[in-house]
């Protein structure tokens, strides 16, 4: 009886550390990384400089900030024009819109 449940013991103490591998490689597998992991380091390499508090300031807006929205193809196509006379303005925002 003593040794069935020694042999039991042994065996459940060997599978549940195969299966703590198993998880730990799985783990390790997913390069990919996650978009708020993207942001913390591109803040990283941003705040590389800055030191204390001014770094924890830094960190913390950098975080919290919202990425831009995209630029309309008509509001690039604007900014390009922008300053030169009506006709010529005109002809570069419409082969702006076609490219």
């Known amino acids: 009886m003593k040794t069935i449940l ?6 459940l103490f060997a599978f549940g550390t195969a299966y703590a591998a198993d998880t730990k ?3 390790k597998k997913t390069d990919a990384m996650t978009p708020q992991q993207e942001k913390m380091k ?9 030191k204390g508090d001014e770094r924890k300031a ?5 975080l919290s ?3 831009e929205k995209a630029k309309s193809k ?7 024009t922008k300053g030169m006379a009506k006709a010529d303005a005109d002809k570069m925002r419409s082969e702006c819109m076609k490219g």
């Open 6 to 11: 020694t042999l039991l013991l042994v065996g």
């Open 25 to 27: 490689t799985d783990a």
């Open 42 to 50: 591109a803040c990283n390499e941003q705040a590389t400089d800055k």
């Open 58 to 62: 830094f960190m913390k807006s950098c």
């Open 65 to 67: 900030a919202k990425p």
């Open 74 to 80: 008509m509001a690039m196509c604007n900014e390009k």
